[in-house]
């Protein structure tokens, strides 16, 4: 099955060197393809780590080492697999996580738990051992290579590589962040899985950076949904080498904190977007903003619940302004709201206020705005001043397509 | 739009006339269309009333007077109006049903509470007082119609008539349960809509019909799902007329009440068979029995998980026997659940246990499984004696034919 691009592909941007970072990429042939399929960065003695992973309870066993891993907040190295998910595949799934870790971990001198491995692929199949050696084999001595190398191959059905740069001031030292993410497209009996890595030479302390982290991540990685499903495998983690050389970063009040904090969010949510805009079967990137809620977390949830609705979906796909199906979504929330102060527009345009449809309301801009590839929704609750924005895309015929149609 | 007759669908069985139920159909043209849309249901003194209602908080007017009526446990008549919701429309929409129970009580001589009303179709328009007047003038004085006509004319974009007869005998006297329900076509901008109607020549009193409605819906109308959105309407009522001349069933004590409760189990699980059989594109009816949860209630919300998974539905429309969409969904469930003890079937053939694909797995019957109209998804969890069925419908191009690319 061949996916063409998704129509709201971005082009890969210009990534500068982190110092400390050396990615390579090499053939470890996990599916009968030809392309690079294991992607390996190294890192300088001293790199902070962090990292958040998935709340699914029947997460890999790279997610399960991988929260090892961040307990000691110390990194060498990483190992991304793509082409096998490695999960569901009990104690031989573990074992082939481990002969990685102490193959590289042996190379570097190293701890294994300083050894992080994400897999994505097809499940159920117990990563090839032998594949596995004789990949990492050809990593360790492969020529270094660059981000979009990189951002490629640790891709699945991705229809694009994916990633972003971001820099910050720390006193007078610049500190660069870059980021490179996979998902969402997939093929049965794939599973999509957001994996997405940072990496960044700021001088930053693991405690601090395991703070910056799911900060970051609350409002933006947690914030999109293709789909609703939650991948077994998520993960996003966070490299610091310190190699900047800036006043290491300890906590909120370290001078150059907050501009640390802010870029990481950036990139986050430029990530996080670029997932969105990959997902299965897009066609419109859809942001929903919620006000008036009794808090920003209920804000959040109200929006989730509008940006899993497959009627509000599929209303989007069709170009249609279908408030209606808002209000239902606003309602099976489970959380406080009151129909007649609900409003509610469209590319700023608002349909409904007050709990009734607007007797003026004007569809013609309304429907303008609906036929572009970039969809705003603005619901405000009326209640209080919680507010979120969250992200999602379309629900068409291109995401049954892939999940029903085609079989590997 | 011509939907054409679900694939899943069933005839209409023959049912019995209940004495103290007498039904009648108009043409109130809430819509431009040549139907019968509104359906008048003549209930005997003394009927007792019971109802269950959708969570959603945006609930339209007739759910917060239909909740009033139960509380007073009494009901003479039923109006159920087809093709405008009267959702979403304020004090202009309760204005409407007001006078519809105004206009049926000063006919019967009751209290206005005792009519019930229920709407279905647009949103966002309220009920036109003068075509609702005219029709429940029309629809009092007409001839009385059978059980068939009044389950088409409850209907908005059904594709089929639906309805369910169950007998019981309590002491020596049989008593008759007839239901008839529409759900879930939808057009946009109209809202899927679960109307519900059991009506029974039983004699129970209020309070104990109360007990069992709620008792039989949880294991029926509340275990089934199509797309996971949950309308501001849904409405399930039960009308008890007692003409049968048993002996009033009071409680759980009561002689009887044990067969009576049985029966309305039944009835309300076919009915909710037939939602599910009518789903938006729905090719394949799903049963999805979860097992070995530490609860019967954490087993239900497991196998809703899965039911709503967009990605096991796909998977199943494509004939799929993707067990690690099964396994995704289960984890992301938020109920108690281990990877390692897991096991799934589809159609009784183990695909997986504790954990890992089984070596000897056949696909062979599996596929033949899949390839029919009826399938079947086993998951035990290994952790305890909770248990649950629920019901769903595949997620085919139908389903986004009918929600993204016509409009109304």
Not at 344 to 372: C, N, Q, R, S
């Amino acid at each position: 099955m061949d996916i063409a691009t998704s129509p709201l592909a971005l082009p890969f941007p210009a990534m500068p060197a982190i110092g400390g970072v050396t990615l390579r990429v090499a053939r470890a042939r996990y599916k009968a393809w030809d392309r690079a399929d294991l992607t390996y960065a190294e890192l300088a003695p001293g790199t902070a780590l962090a990292g958040v992973f998935t709340r699914n309870v029947c997460c890999s066993t790279e997610v399960e080492m991988g929260r090892e891993s961040v307990a000691g907040g110390a990194a060498r190295a990483l190992v991304v697999n793509a082409g096998n998910s490695n999960a569901f595949t009990g104690y031989r799934g573990r074992e082939a996580v481990e002969q990685i870790t102490a193959q590289v971990a042996a190379h570097l001198g190293c701890s294994p738990a300083e050894v992080l491995v994400s897999s994505t692929g097809v499940i159920g199949v117990p990563l090839p051992k032998d594949k596995a050696r004789e990949g990492v084999a050809a990593a360790l001595t492969a020529e270094p290579c660059g981000w979009e190398d990189a951002a490629r191959t640790i891709g699945t059905t991705d229809t694009f590589a994916k990633g972003a740069t971001v820099s910050a001031m720390i006193g007078d030292v610049k500190v660069t962040l870059n980021g490179i993410i996979k998902g969402s497209g997939m093929i049965a009996p794939d599973m999509a899985t957001m994996l997405g890595y940072i990496f960044t030479d700021a001088a930053v302390s693991p405690a601090f950076l395991q703070a910056c982290l799911p900060a970051a991540n609350a409002g933006t990685f947690n914030c999109i949904t293709v789909d609703s499903d939650t991948s077994t495998s998520d993960t996003v983690l966070a490299f610091a080498t310190g190699a900047a050389g800036n006043a290491v970063l300890e906590g909120q009040d370290s001078p150059g904190a907050d501009a640390f904090m802010a870029a990481m969010q950036d990139i986050c949510r430029q990530l996080a977007h670029l997932v969105v805009r990959d997902g299965e079967g897009a066609q419109k990137f859809i942001a929903i903003t919620v006000t008036g809620a009794v808090s920003d977390e209920s804000a959040r949830i109200v929006g989730l619940a509008i940006a899993n609705s497959p009627l509000v979906k599929t209303a989007i796909a069709g170009g249609d302004a279908n408030w209606g199906r808002v209000v239902m979504a606003v309602g099976k929330a489970g959380q406080p709201a009151d129909r007649d102060r609900l409003s509610i527009a469209f590319g700023g345009v608002w349909a409904a206020k007050d709990g009734l449809p607007l007797a003026d309301y004007d569809e013609a801009p309304v429907a303008a705005h609906l036929a572009g590839q970039e969809v705003e929704i603005t619901v405000d609750l009326g209640l209080g001043e919680g507010r979120a924005t969250v992200w999602t895309c379309d629900l068409t015929h291109g995401y049954i397509a892939i999940n029903a149609d085609y079989r590997s």
